[in-house]
């Protein structure tokens, strides 16, 4: 028996020696071919990069031409001047001035319903909605909102706020329509900043007795507002681009006006009558004077063009920026 | 800590940003000044803007211009919400029921001549003049899809493709166009280049010496370096037409000139001061004014004749709701009883 153990054992011994052997032969021998594929994944690797960086010069480069093509068409219009003006029939001494209020005004707006909004919604989804087929049904209509065309927001404006509240062709309609417009982008960036905090935490927190409020409020809402930060910010300056719904919804053309002032000396001090105020936005005047006959317009156009594409960059920019800070100071 | 500190902030910014936007949404929309409202068509705008900038800055009323066009205009005009709608075409049966249905009645007056012009690139050494049958066997709707060549319309020319630009449907000048070419407003071939932008169809033609278009009169002259415009025979036997100032006063650039209009609310023009002081400054400026913005002006005859007509507050049309060709402003303003 004992015997029969030990020669069972020489044999598996030997096999093993065998295998090693001829494996190591093996390699030896394949050693070239394994190079070989080497060097030629590493080639393919190199092949994607290339096309991966063409890809994205392309996009980059077709921006980067436009931006300084409008940039130099629009040089000579740089200037306070610019800024302080009213439109006018005369290109040299028309302005952005009632174009960029009427932005500023809407974006604040814009800002105070799609962030309260956005937040609350994007809170109660994650942690608070029970997980259902509503709550999925909601998830859907959400990252479908997403996309829908502008036009349509435009259009649900004129009928609900124009019209049905009433509310006139107002900064007030413009900036509940932009509102709406980025509310679903605050809502998707609020869940994903929201899923990026461990599950230890929140559970680390119900564990020592929080409560769900005290756990969103002191532990959810600090580890991601600089997620939700950052799509606000993104959301803002996809608004400030849009034309269609704002051109739906009845913006001016020509206003040489600036809405009521918000801030008064006398009491009650805030005055709300600005928000009934007809305007007009930034990409609605370079629009028009890029469709005006005389080319001294066109100047303008450019420079407004390059305005708008600056202060966007700028937005994201600063977005990018505040992610960055705010998660180097988060760490788990 | 100081993240902390941030994030407090944040939900505190948080709820008053919530009670900010309730309070907003609660008040009051009621605009309580006096502002002269006025919509409508892109081509009449540099004119009715000219006016607007000079009149605020003499008489301190605010003035507001939108474009919704000149079908747009008349919808929001039917509906009260302006005071004045521009129009480059005038007022179709459709509107005046609309208009009539609301009970508002209007006062039509015409304000400035506008050419529509036939261009070519200055590539094109072909095309000498155009007659109005040549240009309807380009346009009319059973030349789509068919008449594809240059040849195809005049045996003289090349076999070259026909590439067509012009108005977007909704624009007047497409209706004006259509009815003054094809006999119908609206009716035209659909296989050309659209664009509501006329510098867009400037480009197109400018590029292409095998490109015929069609826009306003301050487009060409803002562009004679690359296009030239047309002479228009209007019947056989009469001379050709270059489109001028001068050719569209005296009446011989025929049919394609065509007048353009605002049209103010009748019981704004009645009871608010503002839009009186408003159509009398836009009256007696327009002579200078639309000279400026490149358009042109109305002898200083008819412009007289707009004014008495003005002053007598006659409401109504003189077209009765079908766009005519080649109708005389004077003439036009006897028919409004």
Redesign the interface.
């Known amino acids: 028996m004992n015997d029969d153990v030990r020669k069972n054992n020489d044999a598996s011994k030997n096999l093993m020696k065998y295998q090693a052997t001829t494996n190591k032969a093996a390699v030896l021998e394949n050693l070239d071919a394994v190079r070989a594929m080497i060097r030629r994944h590493k080639f393919n690797d190199y092949i994607f990069s290339i096309i991966g960086l063409i890809a994205l010069m392309i996009g980059l480069l077709t921006l980067l031409t436009l931006f300084i093509e409008l940039i130099r068409d629009g040089s000579g219009r740089f200037n306070l001047q610019f800024f302080s003006d009213?439109?006018?029939?005369r290109a040299e001494h028309a302005g952005l001035l009632s174009a960029w209020v009427g932005s500023a005004l809407i974006m604040a707006?814009t800002?105070?319903?799609a962030?309260?909004m956005g937040?609350?919604a994007g809170l109660y989804l994650e942690e608070y909605a029970p997980k259902n087929w509503f709550s999925d049904l909601i998830e859907i209509n959400v990252s479908n909102l997403a996309g829908v065309p502008s036009i349509i927001y435009g259009l649900l404006a004129l009928g609900l706020f124009v019209y049905g509240l009433?509310?006139?062709?107002?900064i007030?309609t413009a900036g509940l329509t932009l509102g709406l417009l980025i509310l679903p982008i605050v809502i998707v960036a609020t869940r994903e900043s929201i899923r990026a905090i461990p599950v230890a935490i929140r559970e680390a927190a119900y564990a020592v007795g929080a409560t769900k409020w005290q756990v969103v409020?002191?532990h959810i809402?600090?580890y991601s507002?600089g997620g939700i930060l950052t799509g606000v910010i993104i959301g803002m300056a996809r608004a400030l681009g849009e034309t269609a719904p704002v051109i739906t919804i009845?913006?001016?053309?020509?206003?040489?006006?600036l809405p009521?002032s918000p801030i008064s000396t006398e009491p009650p001090y805030l005055n709300?009558?600005w928000?009934?105020?007809?305007f007009t936005v930034l990409p609605i005047q370079m629009f028009?004077w890029?469709?005006?006959?005389?080319?001294a317009f066109?100047v303008n156009a450019a420079a407004t063009g390059a305005i708008i594409i600056m202060v966007t960059l700028l937005m994201n920019g600063t977005a990018i920026w505040l992610r960055y800070r705010?998660r180097k100071?988060?760490k788990w | 800590m100081h993240s902390k500190l941030v994030a407090t902030k944040f939900v505190k910014t948080l709820g008053m940003a919530t009670f900010v936007a309730m309070t907003f949404s609660g008040a009051p929309v009621q605009a309580a000044e006096k502002i002269i409202k006025i919509d409508g068509s892109s081509t009449v705008f540099p004119i009715t803007e000219a006016v607007a900038e000079d009149f605020q800055k003499e008489k301190k009323i605010k003035v507001t211009v939108g474009i919704s066009g000149t079908g747009g205009g008349f919808k929001k005009f039917c509906r009260g919400e302006t005071d004045i709608s521009e129009a480059s075409r005038p007022i179709l049966t459709k509107e005046m029921e609309a208009c009539k249905e609301a009970g508002i009645q209007y006062i039509e007056l015409p304000i400035a001549y506008d050419a529509l012009t036939v261009v070519v690139s200055t590539k094109n050494n072909f095309v000498k003049s155009l007659t109005v049958d040549e240009l309807k066997k380009m346009w009319e709707p059973s030349a789509q899809g068919k008449i594809k060549t240059w040849n195809q319309v005049n045996a003289a020319w090349p076999a070259a493709p026909l590439k067509l630009f012009g108005a977007g449907s909704d624009s007047g000048t497409f209706d004006y166009f259509t009815e003054a070419i094809n006999g119908k407003a609206k009716s035209s071939r659909g296989d050309f280049t659209a664009s509501e932008d006329d510098n867009v169809l400037v480009q197109g033609v400018s590029g292409d010496a095998n490109a015929l278009g069609y826009f306003g009169y301050a487009y060409f002259e803002e562009n004679q370096g690359k296009l030239k415009a047309v002479p228009i025979i209007a019947k056989a036997g009469a001379p050709a037409v270059s489109p001028s100032p001068e050719t569209v006063k005296n009446g011989t650039y025929q049919p394609l000139s065509r007048p353009l209009f605002i049209y103010v609310n009748a019981t704004a023009a009645a009871f608010k001061p503002e839009v009186k002081a408003f159509i009398d400054y836009y009256l007696a400026n327009a002579p200078k004014l639309v000279k400026e913005v490149k358009y042109i002006p109305l002898p200083s005859n008819e412009y007289s004749a707009v004014t008495a007509h003005w002053k007598a507050l006659k409401p109504g049309t003189g077209f009765g709701g079908v766009p005519e060709v080649g109708v005389k402003i004077e003439e036009l303003l006897k028919r409004i009883k």
């Open positions: 009213f439109p006018s029939r707006i800002f105070l319903v962030v309260p937040v609350a009433g509310l006139g062709q107002s007030l409020a002191d809402v600090k507002y009845g913006a001016l053309t020509f206003i040489a006006f009521s709300f009558e928000l009934s105020s007809g028009n890029l469709s005006r006959p005389d080319h066109h705010i100071n988060i």
